[in-house]
């Protein structure tokens, strides 16, 4: 039985702006709630918070499966923090199929970082959305945000066609590639490689560091023939190594040139406002869906017409219509 005692609006934005780090813990798990009275109270919290937000660099991080995206992550967060930065990672693990909820994987791979005092590690399930990020991701962001953390990185789960909505959440994405793992232009198959702001080779080190430098090279050469993720911005690929730290600096200093070049030329700041036009839109769908399917009409009237449609007496679009036509306008939002 959880006997936590229930904290209220005032002390969770105290707490986070305070960098109470087990207050902004139950902040996350709020956000993150579906039941409607913590939806409320969440809402409430990032109303407050909201004037404090926006003051981070916010980083995209993907790459396909044993890329080395954990490894590079720890090696960099470390560095960066040691720099005097305050670094929030959002892993998003894989669900379970059973369960729904997180494997919690990065945070027992990222000890090192995990122990640091200046990063803040969270684990968050995808519960299958496509764009291999967490639902509540944006929120999560501006909690940390509140919370002073200066650069944030969002892991996600993979690479493909469904893993570029952390586009819609970060100023600058990291595209991360090994050499040797197939077709080297599979990612511009894919597209991905379009949406990355720099791309990078990892891996660099022993026997495969000759390898992953001429891949680099190769990735590099295809860039300047493809159209620029940013307005103004050309991508590069570099390589680097997690394990051994090489070129991981090199890394951080293009995110930084980055920043300057796009602030300078205003791209930064339309991203910025396509990001909060896109959430905003996303708002809208979810508020849909929630009160679609939360209407006891459409609950009662849901079963029969389903099984009408899979015994083939119904049209999908027949039925649709069917149970558009019993939802009721909501009066408030969930």
């Known amino acids: ?23 902004l813990g139950r902040a996350i798990t709020l956000i993150e709630s579906d039941i409607p009275d913590h939806i409320k109270r969440s809402r409430e919290i990032l109303k407050e918070l909201l004037p404090r937000t926006g003051n981070s660099i916010r980083i995209g991080i993907t790459g396909m499966p044993g890329a080395g ?12 923090t040691a720099k005097g930065h305050r670094v929030a990672v959002m892993a998003v693990d894989p669900s379970s199929s059973i ?22 590690i969270r684990p968050s399930p995808s519960r ?3 764009g291999g ?19 944030l990185i969002i892991e996600t789960i993979g690479v493909g066609q469904n893993e570029i909505t952390v586009r819609s959440m970060v100023d600058f994405i990291l595209l991360m590639m090994i050499a040797g793992a197939g077709d080297e232009l599979q990612g511009i198959k894919k597209g991905i490689i379009e949406i990355a702001d720099a791309v990078v080779l990892n891996k660099a080190d022993g026997d495969n560091k ?47 040139r980055f920043k300057e070049l796009t ?37 009662r009237s849901l079963p029969s017409i389903e099984q009408k449609v899979l015994d083939g007496e119904l ?3 027949a039925a649709a219509e069917s149970l558009l036509g019993k939802f009721k306008k909501p009066k408030k939002i969930l």
């Open 1 to 23: 039985m959880n006997t936590t005692k229930p904290l209220t609006t005032k002390k969770y934005i105290a707490g986070i702006i305070s960098n109470d780090r087990t207050v």
């Open 69 to 80: 995206k954990s490894t590079f992550i720890e090696e960099f967060g470390c560095r960066l």
């Open 99 to 120: 369960t729904r909820g997180s494997i919690l994987g990065d945070k027992t791979r990222m000890e090192r970082l995990g122990r640091d005092a200046n990063a803040f």
């Open 128 to 130: 299958g959305i496509l």
């Open 133 to 151: 990020v967490a639902r509540k991701t944006r929120e999560t962001m501006l909690l940390f945000e509140a919370a002073g953390y200066d650069i």
């Open 210 to 256: 000759k390898k992953t430098l001429a891949a680099a090279q190769e990735y590099d050469r295809i860039l300047h023939y493809l159209s620029p993720a940013t307005d103004g911005w050309l991508t590069h690929a570099l390589s680097c190594s997690a394990i051994t730290g090489e070129g991981v600096d090199e890394l951080w200093q293009v995110v930084e």
């Open 263 to 299: 602030l300078a030329s205003g791209a930064w700041e339309a991203r910025r406002r396509q990001q909060a036009r896109q959430w905003f839109a996303a708002l809208i769908e979810e508020f849909l869906y929630r009160s679609f399917f939360g209407d006891p009409k459409i609950q």
């Open 315 to 317: 049209s999908a679009i």
